[in-house]
């Protein structure tokens, strides 16, 4: 289907004459109906086809937590969103109980990235903050519905240069970053529309986070272990 054939099933109402309100409203409902299933539907495959690289990833960024290190997390636009969302769900749990785990949202110096950006160049923007910041054995993930974000893969071969665990998410066929072997991981959401990629990336890491702080449980001697201690 052509894209102006699918906006046309999704928005009828756009294309013609003016539509009635009742029949409006029907295809606004209908619209949705379409976007959830196929937000879900997105989800699903993406779960079926990748439990084992999840489960692989969260094991990853557990050691790196073992090993005292920290996470440092990327994106652009609206990735750069979830870059901060990461981070604040390891620096801040939501669930009684579990530790404060140090993350660093790269995105987050306005003043740093504007600089790095006007005087040496938008790809370095991330690359300049891992130098003066990470260490061998820390973690960095890295968003990009698209895969071909330059200044994270330029961030990428750094991190991999200087120790770091890396971590992708990425959409589509995965782009140059599910071809990268500067990544140790690529979680590869198979779709074309940004939204349900970014959806799911959501839905992953929630989960991540939660499979992160099962592992650091269990070494601690597990949940029952913590409540007697």
Request: charged letters at 20%; a negative charge.
């Amino acid at each position: 289907m052509t894209q102006g054939g699918a906006l046309h099933e999704l928005y009828p109402f756009l294309h013609g004459d003016r539509q009635d309100a009742a029949r409006l409203h029907n295809a606004l409902l209908e619209s949705v109906r379409q976007k959830a299933r196929a937000s879900y539907d997105v989800k699903q495959r993406f779960f079926t086809e990748s439990t084992d690289a999840v489960v692989a990833a969260a094991e990853a960024i557990a050691g790196v937590y073992r090993r005292r290190g920290r996470m440092f997390s990327m994106g652009n636009g609206g990735s750069s969103c979830d870059a901060a969302h990461f981070a604040v769900e390891f620096l801040h749990p939501v669930t009684a109980g579990r530790p404060a785990l140090t993350a660093t949202n790269l995105t987050a110096d306005i003043a740093m990235l504007t600089a790095v950006g006007n005087d040496v160049g938008f790809s370095h923007i991330f690359v300049r903050q891992l130098i003066a910041q990470a260490r061998s054995g820390d973690g960095l993930v890295g968003f990009s519905t698209s895969g071909n974000s330059e200044n994270l893969l330029a961030s990428f071969a750094k991190a991999k240069e200087l120790g770091l665990v890396t971590i992708g998410f990425t959409g589509n066929d995965g782009g140059k970053m599910a071809r990268d072997a500067a990544l140790d991981h690529c979680l590869v959401v198979r779709s074309d529309s940004i939204h349900r990629i970014q959806e799911t990336h959501v839905a992953i890491y929630h989960i991540l986070w939660d499979l992160v702080h099962t592992l650091l449980a269990e070494d601690r001697g597990g949940p029952m272990h913590e409540a007697a201690s």
